[in-house]
């Protein structure tokens, strides 16, 4: 009678064992699942991440160019607003080949995205303008832009120099 007593908790105790062996098993499991869910989940967004840095770079990818154009564009606008009344014709004719080579520049730069920023009597704008000189005109309204001392540039959408501005107070 002893002997079936012992086989039934040896029995028991053979269960147990396998239950506990079975929950150990089931935990790691579930574990490793959620590591596996965890690890796709870093993977997905490293590749997300890596695809918008790409498309980043693709879409600014001529900004150091373009940021170094910017003052040669500069030289030219105060070439070509020179008076025209007291040049000679040799001059003149200089100029004018001045105003074509600075319209072509400016036709392949707004075809590759850049663009001006339109200031002039427009509401002052912090992220695209400073204020660098402040007027007084009672006919215009408040903290709007007198004047543009120095256009500001957006390529693709993202301001690559502000335009410096006078504004009204």
Known sequence: MENKQEKKDNHKHKISKEQQEIEK?????????DK???????????????AQEKESIYKYDGENLV????PIIDNFERA???????LTDE????????????????????????K?????GKPFDPTCMEAIMTGNIMEEEQNVVL?????????????IRVAMVKVNE
């Open 25 to 33: 098993l089931s935990l790691e499991k579930a574990e490793l699942t």
């Open 36 to 50: 596996v869910l965890r690890l796709t989940a870093e993977m997905q967004n490293m590749s997300r991440r890596f």
């Open 67 to 70: 940021k170094k154009l910017l």
């Open 80 to 86: 070509i607003n020179m008076d025209d009344d007291n």
């Open 91 to 114: 001059v003149s004719k200089f100029l004018s080949g001045f105003k074509m080579i600075y319209s072509t520049l400016i036709s392949e730069l707004q075809n590759m995205g850049i």
């Open 116 to 120: 001006e920023i339109d200031a002039k």
């Open 147 to 159: 004047e543009v001392l120095q256009k500001g540039y957006t390529y693709n959408d993202k301001v």
